[in-house]
């Protein structure tokens, strides 16, 4: 199956052969007829692409913020790899796009293989031949449909979405500035509301191609002299009762403009990229304008229930979601209330796609609307995909990869490279940007569409480092085929699952590894040291920082939630240290309306008589360090800060040591595994840990929804 990609870094672009999508649950597998190319959003990604360092770091300096934040907390080693990880990526264009279904989820009951569709969503309507989409960004077409103009959906929402924020009612004006691919639309759905349309860009071309097609009543370029009073005499001396503004640029005139034109109590709708920061006065402050937004495709954007889990808005609260705005712009299509056929101003085969890109980013033509066709007669196969690494199976350690995110890239795979008894054998993501990316970059022999090529018997020990929800599944599905398992934590979501995995882990004698790293610290086996294993006293106090609850990891059926995700890291530490398994635990949340409980102070008894403390705190300053543990044993104390300082308290001088760039062991954790099972056929870290660590984080929520009370286990 063959993707348009681009590398952030260099700017190359290139059509290649990568892996099949997945069908996950809750979507469709849609074989591509046409996809549309957004000359404002993918034409500025590409074009930035192509630009020096120096380029990309002025265009978003946002982001430059991010990389020195990181260099000052985590040190240059790991700031270097997540860079690069971004820069060297395969990433995927596209977000518009129509085609036929040829697979659908067990799940899903609203679409059938053969149906026509059309797609939206960046990462999903990909510049693809085959993409794969939650139901949610895919609506059902008539048989006839035009699929080139259908495929323009994404566009289409997104204009139907600024006018629906516009509220006009027939016989209302509105100005829409900004002619281009947006503005046009925006400009056909208005008129066939009935409203009055007045169309205002830079460029003649624009403006005489709204005027020649018609979509407009009244049609001006920006200088156009007496511009404002030709819109107040077309509008009968009031102003706009709205302005839509579509256009792209830096420049504060498009919002200015708007302030003057637009009636007193009028409405100012941004939907393309501009600033907002409009003069006050003399005209948004006396005419009391409104000024709104309109978030792309429409209600359910961004939303993690919504888009990815399939869940609908009801009708009757949100009477416009994105999909029903996508279903609406196709019904305008079906029934030639609009006419889009003059938007596609060139047409490419997808073959062509990177000479398409070239127009777009050169201009060396004028351009509106740019389709890439696809030859619909090729068929395709989940085979795996061969890399030009010449390595072969031979090691003690065949290892394949399940997942393999930018922790994986940045903290495990790097650290994997050069050990003895190791042969890499597959990778399968749930990109095939990534699968493919990965596989070459560190030396694996293919990269897949389908488990089973991952769990046949090329592989003996499997890394998982997919989302959490998928963590439990995969450890069963791989000790169910013989493999010994290293996983990132959390292990699992439920007791269930950690029960089952445990009696699979007695049954086939496999060994299974978490990625609990900072025991693994060179401080953290100095601390081991020097305070023993008697019963001691410690605090683990994590300044975690605020996370939103839309995020996946905040997600109780994805992420399980911060306490499960996260704070079993922690736990584990303190079992480390003192040397015994907890068996006793209370935990207080502060009250949260949101139900995050991810501030919460968990009191944790171990078998040995030690007490700890793991204070999770999510409502702390930013500027604080993120980690800070205190360990108290019999005349020895250790204050370790954020794996960057360490200083033991005992008789005489206070011992120091302090590195220039953080440690949290994830080399140590992955030499040591490695290491164990080629030498020894061991894991490092007893599976009696990882079961009583797992299932105290389950023990963590139940105590805080009994109020704090205690729960032995």
């Known amino acids: ?111 059938q293989v053969g149906d026509l569709v059309a797609c939206a969503g960046a990462g999903y ?16 077409l008539s048989p006839d449909s035009n ?54 860009d830079v460029s003649s071309s624009a403006v005489k191609l709204a005027l020649d097609n018609q979509v407009a009543d ?44 637009a009636r007193k109590k009028g409405k100012v709708i941004v939907l393309g990229a ?35 889990k399939g869940i609908d808005y009801p009708v009757a609260y949100v009477r416009w979601t994105e999909k029903r705005n996508m279903e609406a712009f196709q019904r305008l299509l079906e029934r030639k209330q609009i006419n889009i056929d003059y938007l596609t101003t060139h047409e490419f085969s997808f073959d062509d796609a990177p000479k398409a890109f070239d127009l ?56 994997l490279e050069g050990l003895y008894g190791v042969s890499k054998i597959g990778v399968l993501t749930n990109t095939g940007t990534t699968s493919k990316r990965v596989a070459e970059k560190f030396g694996f022999q293919f990269c897949a569409s389908r488990e089973e090529d991952i769990l046949d018997e090329k592989t003996n020990t499997l890394f998982i480092a997919t989302r959490h929800d998928s963590h439990g599944s995969y450890v069963i599905k791989g000790l169910n085929t013989g493999k ?15 029960d089952e995995i445990a009696a699979l882990k007695k049954s086939t004698q496999k060994e299974i590894m978490i990625g609990f790293n900072r025991r693994f610290s060179p401080f953290s086996q100095e601390i081991k040291k020097k305070v023993g294993s008697g019963p001691m006293t410690m605090i683990y106090r994590v300044n975690a920082g605020a996370i939103p609850k839309d995020t996946w990891i905040q997600d109780r059926e994805i992420g399980g939630g911060r306490i499960i995700g996260e704070s079993c890291h922690f736990i584990d530490y303190l079992t480390f240290i003192n040397g015994s398994l907890p068996n006793k635990i209370s935990a207080l949340a502060l009250p949260d309306p949101q139900g995050l409980n991810d501030t919460v102070t968990i009191q944790i008894g171990f078998e040995n008589g030690s007490n700890g403390v793991v204070a999770y705190y999510a409502n702390g300053s930013k500027e604080l360090p993120k980690e ?46 490695v290491n164990g099972l080629v030498n020894a056929g061991k894991s490092p870290i007893p599976f009696e840990e990882i079961y009583a660590v797992s299932k105290a984080t389950f023990k963590v929520l139940e105590s805080i929804q009994n109020g704090g009370a205690q729960v032995q286990f």
């Open 1 to 111: 199956m063959q993707q348009l990609t681009q590398k952030l870094g260099s700017g190359e672009m290139q059509i290649q052969e990568i892996p099949y999508p997945q069908l996950g649950k809750g979507m469709v597998i849609v074989k591509n007829h046409f996809s549309i190319i957004s000359a404002g959003t993918e034409g500025s990604t590409v074009t930035a692409a192509r630009k020096s360092l120096l380029g990309k770091a002025k265009e978003r300096p946002q982001q430059v913020k991010q990389v020195i934040d990181t260099l000052r907390k985590q040190g240059p080693t790991q700031t270097y790899r997540a860079v690069m990880k971004k820069l060297d990526a395969y990433s995927p264009l596209g977000y518009s796009c129509a085609g036929e279904v040829i697979e659908v989820s067990e799940d899903v009951t609203e679409f």
């Open 125 to 140: 309507a990909n510049h693809a031949e085959i993409v794969s989409v939650p139901i949610n960004l895919c609506v059902k």
């Open 147 to 200: 699929l080139k103009n259908a495929a323009y959906n994404t566009l289409g929402a997104i204009s139907l979405q600024g006018v629906r924020q516009a509220d006009l009612r027939l016989g209302e004006s509105a100005v829409v500035i900004g002619l281009g691919l947006l503005g046009q639309l925006a400009c056909l759905i208005l008129k066939a509301s009935g409203v009055q349309v007045i169309g205002v």
């Open 218 to 261: 009244l049609a001006f370029t920006r200088d156009e002299p007496g511009l404002e009073d030709k819109i107040f005499t077309a509008t009968g001396g009031i102003g706009a009762d709205a302005v839509i503004i579509a256009a792209a640029t830096s420049n504060l005139d498009p919002i200015n403009f708007s302030g003057s034109i």
């Open 274 to 308: 501009v600033p907002t920061g409009f003069e006050r006065d003399p005209f948004w402050y006396r005419k009391e304008l409104e000024l709104k937004m309109a978030c792309s495709y429409g209600p359910g954007r961004y939303d993690l229930n919504y888009e990815e």
């Open 360 to 415: 777009v980013v050169n201009k060396s033509e004028p351009f509106i609307g740019i389709a890439l066709k696809y030859d619909i007669s090729k068929t395709h196969s989940k085979s795996i995909i061969k890399t030009k690494t010449s390595e072969s199976p031979i090691g003690k350690l065949r290892i394949s990869f399940i997942g393999a995110g930018s922790y994986a890239q940045g903290n495990l795979l790097p650290n």
């Open 484 to 498: 010994h398992i290293f996983v990132e934590k959390p292990i699992c979501l439920n007791p269930e699952e950690l």
């Open 628 to 673: 800070y543990v205190e360990i108290y044993s019999s005349g020895t104390t250790a204050i370790l800060s954020d794996f960057k300082e360490l200083k033991i308290y005992g008789k005489g001088k206070v011992k120091k040591s302090k590195v220039l760039n953080q440690n949290k062991g994830q080399k140590e954790m992955v030499h040591a595994f």
